[in-house]
Each structure stands twice: as structure tokens, then as C-alpha cells.
């Protein structure tokens, strides 16, 4: 039981962290999206993407914090019954992932762009690790463990190119082998991984076609293509072993 008292203080914690962070961007004069505006750049999303992501992720997130709450069965007295292995095992990568997102906003507000690229650097490269390293195989017990996961890392990328355009001041449109580059990047990931991660690169190449234009934005279209069949044909052959655990 005490691991699952230290999961619910990591996980409640740094979410409400990240959480006051991104209100802060939100409300701050000058806020997040005037950050985004001034500071557009060759791997830039539509900033209204981010927002809606982070959206989704709150429903995700929340849902997975409270199975450390709700017992299975109703089961109050037996600790076994509160969370699974994979839960307890991801949440200090979970609360990193939060204080990491939470720093990258304050200085991204502050742009300081080099010290917010660090950060979502340190968040992905947790993010991945627990998706493709520490987590195992997602099945119905710890499928909720993976969505949280896998949404954190999928964003991740997202933030890791974004940023890393801004601070290296990469303005577009990239060079023939830059987009070369992208599309293989984006497609290897969306084909060889786990559906919920494949969808997460078919919303962040949607996310960069809203933002870019011109035929680096059309190149992005037949990208968004090719993975969105990926994604489809993943999630129609998607079975997952099993109880249900929801």
C-alpha cells in the first residue's frame, strides 16, 4: 500500500503543477500562443492543436489518476486492488514528464527557448523509454497506462521538433531532404508502433499542416496520407489480451 500512497502523491502532485503551469501560459500577458505567433517557424503546429491535445490529455491523465483511488471490485481493504504494475511502475516518468512540461512553459513564456528545448528534450526521452522500454505489452488491464503514456510521448515528439525550430530559428520551408527526412521519420513511427502512438504522429503531422503552407504544407498533406491509412488499417486489426479494466 505504500507504493500506491507514494504513486497517488507523484501523480496528483505534479499534475497539479503542470496543471497551474499551463493556466499560467494561458493567462500571462504575453500568453503562450503570442509566444507561438512571434516565433513561427519550419516545424511550428497551429498553437490551437497543442491546446486541444492538452485537452484530451487531462480526460486521459484524470481517469488513470483515479484508478489509484478506486479499488477493483470494490475491494477497499486490499491494497492488490488499487492500480497494476504498469501504473505504479510509470508513475515517477509520469511526474517527471509533468514538472519537465511544467518548467518548459515558464520558460517558454519567458523565451528562453534554449532552456524550454532542454526540458521537452528530458521529457520525450523519459516518455519513450517508458513506452518502448519500461511498460509491457499494453493489454486490457494496463491499457490506461499505456493511452497516458503513449499520449505524453506521442505530444512529446511534437514539442521536441517545435521547440528545437524555434531555437535553432529554422524558418521554412525546410530543404528537400529535411522533408525527405520527416516523412520517413513519421511514417517508421506510425508503422512500427503501437496504434495509440501511431495516431499520436498522424495528429502532430495534422497539427504541422495547419501551421505550415505552400508546398512544404502540401508535402505534409500526402504525408498525412500515408500514415492515416497506417493508423486505420492498425487500429482494425487491434486485439488486446486480457480482463477488461476500466
Given at each position: 500500500?505504500?507504493?500506491?500512497?507514494?504513486?497517488?502523491?507523484?501523480?496528483?502532485?505534479?499534475?497539479?503543477?503542470?496543471?497551474?503551469?499551463?493556466?499560467?501560459?494561458?493567462?500571462?500577458?504575453?500568453?503562450?500562443?503570442?509566444?507561438?505567433?512571434?516565433?513561427?517557424?519550419?516545424?511550428?503546429?497551429?498553437?490551437?492543436?497543442?491546446?486541444g491535445?492538452?485537452?484530451?490529455?487531462?480526460?486521459?491523465?484524470?481517469?488513470?489518476?483515479?484508478?489509484?483511488?478506486?479499488?477493483?471490485?470494490?475491494?477497499?481493504?486490499?491494497?492488490?486492488?488499487?492500480?497494476?504494475?504498469?501504473q505504479?511502475?510509470?508513475?515517477?516518468?509520469?511526474?517527471l514528464?509533468?514538472?519537465?512540461?511544467?518548467?518548459?512553459?515558464?520558460?517558454?513564456?519567458?523565451?528562453?527557448?534554449?532552456?524550454?528545448?532542454?526540458?521537452?528534450?528530458?521529457?520525450?526521452?523519459s516518455?519513450?523509454?517508458?513506452?518502448?522500454?519500461?511498460?509491457?505489452?499494453?493489454?486490457?488491464?494496463?491499457?490506461?497506462?499505456?493511452?497516458?503514456?503513449?499520449?505524453?510521448?506521442?505530444?512529446?515528439?511534437?514539442?521536441?521538433?517545435?521547440?528545437?525550430?524555434?531555437?535553432?530559428?529554422?524558418?521554412?520551408?525546410?530543404?528537400?531532404?529535411?522533408?525527405?527526412?520527416?516523412?520517413?521519420?513519421?511514417?517508421?513511427?506510425?508503422?512500427?508502433?503501437?496504434?495509440?502512438?501511431?495516431?499520436?504522429?498522424?495528429?502532430?503531422?495534422?497539427?504541422?499542416?495547419?501551421?505550415?503552407?505552400?508546398?512544404?504544407?502540401?508535402?505534409?498533406?500526402?504525408?498525412?496520407?500515408?500514415?492515416g491509412?497506417?493508423?486505420f488499417?492498425?487500429?482494425?486489426?487491434?486485439?488486446?489480451?486480457?480482463?477488461?479494466?476500466?
Amino acid at each position: 500500500m505504500q507504493e500506491v500512497k507514494r504513486a497517488r502523491v507523484l501523480t496528483v502532485g505534479s499534475w497539479i503543477v503542470n496543471f497551474g503551469a499551463q493556466l499560467y501560459g494561458m493567462l500571462a500577458e504575453p500568453n503562450m500562443k503570442d509566444i507561438a505567433d512571434a516565433n513561427h517557424y519550419a516545424f511550428s503546429p497551429n498553437p490551437m492543436f497543442i491546446g486541444g491535445f492538452f485537452s484530451l490529455q487531462v480526460v486521459i491523465q484524470l481517469t488513470w489518476i483515479s484508478k489509484l483511488f478506486r479499488p477493483k471490485d470494490g475491494r477497499k481493504d486490499d491494497p492488490t486492488a488499487y492500480a497494476e504494475p504498469a501504473q505504479l511502475s510509470y508513475a515517477p516518468i509520469y511526474a517527471l514528464g509533468n514538472i519537465c512540461i511544467a518548467g518548459w512553459m515558464i520558460f517558454w513564456n519567458n523565451e528562453n527557448f534554449v532552456m524550454s528545448q532542454a526540458l521537452v528534450t528530458l521529457n520525450t526521452l523519459s516518455q519513450l523509454y517508458a513506452v518502448f522500454v519500461l511498460l509491457p505489452p499494453m493489454t486490457k488491464d494496463n491499457v490506461w497506462t499505456h493511452l497516458t503514456a503513449q499520449t505524453f510521448a506521442g505530444i512529446g515528439i511534437l514539442d521536441l521538433v517545435d521547440n528545437g525550430a524555434v531555437a535553432l530559428r529554422y524558418a521554412g520551408p525546410p530543404g528537400t531532404a529535411v522533408q525527405v527526412i520527416t516523412g520517413i521519420t513519421f511514417g517508421l513511427m506510425a508503422l512500427l508502433t503501437n496504434p495509440i502512438f501511431s495516431a499520436c504522429m498522424l495528429y502532430n503531422l495534422v497539427a504541422l499542416y495547419y501551421g505550415q503552407s505552400d508546398v512544404w504544407g502540401k508535402n505534409l498533406g500526402w504525408m498525412i496520407g500515408a500514415t492515416g491509412i497506417v493508423v486505420f488499417f492498425k487500429f482494425l486489426t487491434l486485439r488486446l489480451p486480457g480482463t477488461v479494466s476500466l
